[in-house]
C-alpha cells in the first residue's frame, strides 16, 4: 500500500526544495537589470506620452532595488546556501513590494481609464504576490535554519 502523504510532509518537501542557480542565471540577472537601469534612467528623457514627469518621484525607489539586485546577484556568484539565498530574496521581495506601492500610490503613468484600471490591478496583483514570496523566503530560511 503506499504511503500517504501528509500535509506536513509536502510542507517539509516544499520548504527543503531550492535548487542550486547556475552562475549564467546570475550574469544574466546582473546584465537585465543593468538594462534596466539605463531604461529608468532614461524615460524621462525619451518624452514617452504615456510617462508622467512624476514618475521622478519613483525613480529613487526603483534604483535602490535594481542596485540592491544586482549587488544580490555579484553575492550569488560566489555563494549560494540555501539560508543565505532566501534571506536576501526577502530583501528584493519587500523592494518589489515598495516599489509596485510607490508606484501605485504616485501613479506616473498617463493612461486612458481602461488601461489605468488594469495597472492597478496589476500593481495591487504584485503587492499581494510580493508579500507571498516574502513569506515564502522567511518559511525557507526558518525551516533551513530550524533543521
Do not use: C
Request: glycine share 4%; net charge positive; charged share 10%.
Amino acid at each position: 500500500m503506499p504511503k500517504k502523504t501528509t500535509n506536513n510532509s509536502r510542507l517539509k518537501n516544499f520548504l527543503s526544495k531550492d535548487k542550486e542557480k547556475d552562475r549564467s542565471e546570475f550574469i544574466a540577472a546582473i546584465i537585465i537589470n543593468i538594462i534596466l537601469w539605463f531604461i529608468v534612467n532614461n524615460l524621462l528623457n525619451w518624452n514617452l506620452s504615456f510617462i508622467s514627469p512624476t514618475f521622478i518621484q519613483v525613480q529613487g525607489i526603483i534604483y535602490l532595488l535594481i542596485t540592491t539586485t544586482i549587488l544580490i546577484n555579484v553575492i550569488f556568484l560566489f555563494y549560494q546556501a540555501t539560508w543565505f539565498r532566501n534571506l536576501l530574496k526577502m530583501i528584493t521581495d519587500i523592494l518589489g513590494i515598495l516599489v509596485a506601492y510607490t508606484l501605485l500610490v504616485v501613479f506616473p503613468f498617463i493612461l486612458n481609464e481602461v488601461l489605468a484600471l488594469v495597472l492597478t490591478i496589476l500593481l495591487i496583483l504584485a503587492i499581494i504576490g510580493g508579500i507571498i514570496g516574502l513569506i515564502i523566503h522567511l518559511l525557507k530560511v526558518i525551516y533551513v535554519l530550524s533543521d
